[in-house]
């Protein structure tokens, strides 16, 4: 499975992806503009989550 996670805010944000039926992902930096993808376990994605 494949997420692409994209800030296009003007500030910086530390965010996860929570994953139903898997392991969600790491706390990550965005920071404005910046674009990352994340390769995990099948599954569904529940939400996007402030750290």
Same mark, same amino acid.
């Given at each position: 499975?494949?997420?692409?996670?994209?800030?296009?805010?003007?500030?910086?944000?530390?965010?996860?992806?929570?994953?139903?039926? +898997?392991?969600? %992902?790491?706390?990550?930096?965005?920071?404005? +503009?910046?674009?990352?993808?994340?390769? +995990?376990? %099948? +599954?569904?994605?529940?939400?996007?989550?402030?750290?």
């Amino acid at each position: 499975m494949r997420i692409e996670v994209r800030n296009t805010c003007r500030r910086r944000y530390r965010v996860k992806i929570i994953i139903a039926f +898997g392991p969600d %992902s790491s706390c990550w930096t965005y920071k404005s +503009g910046q674009r990352r993808d994340y390769y +995990g376990w %099948s +599954g569904r994605v529940d939400q996007l989550r402030l750290c």
